[in-house]
């Protein structure tokens, strides 16, 4: 039973283009967290979904950041018009149901030059 | 929201020590766990322990929800045990963490 995928692990994005993370949770798993942390910070929420719903975005930035959960598919975190205050590690978690234990992704690296 | 305190936010150990990391809450939580990231980022689950005692080698947890608080401990401190420790409650809201330096 393979873990919580993330990927790409690092990615690098000029200011201005856009950003794709991907989260495929583990098997049977349909509820997905993102979160971003800055350097020697912790875990910020953003976002929390469940397959085709959006639960709880309250951590979300109004402009430019979206998130969705496919039926099908992994969990996205989009990034558009990326600036330089984006960099930062985007992990995921994912659980069975909202109350269950919850495991991370590895994480994605996101820096922008 | 619920509002959560991780305390001591810093601690410094000198390896064979033992410690207790907390966390408070301002109300009572449901779901919480314990994880651990090591110096290299990665998140590690230590503990789902929405009530009651858990143990795991040297490292035990206690959550007593009716207080509102739950309890880390880490006996033997190894240089290993180094990184940040969170706990997370409800939705996957985390505390801010405490960091631990364990020296050799």
């Known amino acids: 039973n393979a873990g919580v995928m993330q990927n790409p692990r690092h990615l690098v994005r000029r200011r201005g283009q856009e950003a794709r993370l991907r989260c495929s949770p583990m098997?049977?798993?349909?509820?997905v967290y993102w979160y971003r942390q800055l350097p020697e910070e912790g875990l910020k929420f953003m976002v929390y979904l469940q397959k085709e719903n959006i639960i709880d975005e309250s951590g979300m930035p109004k402009e430019r950041f979206s998130a969705e959960f496919p039926k099908e598919g992994p969990s996205i975190l989009r990034i558009q018009q990326v600036v330089r205050g984006d960099s930062a590690a985007y992990f995921c978690?994912?659980?069975?149901?909202?109350?269950?234990?919850?495991?991370f992704g590895q994480g994605t690296r996101l820096t922008v030059v | 929201g619920i509002q959560v305190e991780q305390s001591p936010p810093d601690l410094i150990l000198q390896e064979g020590a033992n410690s207790t990391l907390r966390c408070n809450f301002s109300?009572?939580?449901?779901?919480l766990q314990w994880f651990h990231q090591n110096p290299w980022g990665q998140l590690i689950n230590l503990f789902y322990i929405p009530s009651g005692t858990k143990q795991n080698g040297r490292l035990s947890a206690t959550t007593v929800a009716t207080e509102r608080y739950s309890l880390l401990y880490i006996s033997s401190s190894q240089t290993t045990d180094s990184g940040v420790y969170f706990c997370a409650f409800n939705d996957m809201r985390f505390g801010a963490g405490t960091r631990l330096t364990v020296k050799p």
């Open positions: 109300d009572s939580v449901n779901n």
């Open positions: 098997k049977g798993h349909s509820h």
């Open positions: 978690a994912s659980s069975a149901t909202g109350n269950t234990e919850a495991f």
